[in-house]
Nanobody
Framework: QVQLVESGGGLVQPGGSLRLTCAAS????????MRWYRRGTGKQRELVAT???????NYADSVKGRFTISRDNAKNTVYLQMNSLKPEDTAVYYC??????WGPGTQVTVSS
């Protein structure tokens, strides 16, 4: 069992940046892959970024070049650095670890 809690969301203007944090209640070293998802209002859940133990990353095409996922196993934390934010990035962002662990989510709103 592990509890995941996201933080760092908020309201930001287009072009701005936010850094999301996912804090785990225990070591995340045993989780090979950590993921960030998002769900916008009226939209399907979207896989945003993944990172494995070795630090290899993958991104959705919609965020490539703007978002960066990282993990600090010593701090049991996963981050999502989001730059050049667009209104279409507005969503609730969730951290996840296999097989089926999820945080409650953090709201990101990009608006002028």
């Amino acid at each position: 069992q592990v509890q995941l809690v996201e933080s760092g969301g908020g309201l930001v203007q287009p072009g701005g940046s936010l850094r999301l944090t996912c804090a785990a209640s225990r070591s995340i070293f045993s989780f090979n892959v950590m993921r960030w998802y998002r769900r916008g209002t009226g939209k399907q859940r979207e896989l945003v970024a993944t990172i494995n133990k070795e630090g290899s990353t993958n991104y959705a095409d919609s965020v490539k070049g703007r978002f960066t996922i990282s993990r600090d196993n010593a701090k049991n934390t996963v981050y999502l650095q989001m730059n050049s934010l667009k209104p279409e990035d507005t969503a609730v962002y969730y951290c996840s670890a296999a097989p089926d662990y999820w945080g409650p989510g953090t709201q990101v709103t990009v608006s002028s």
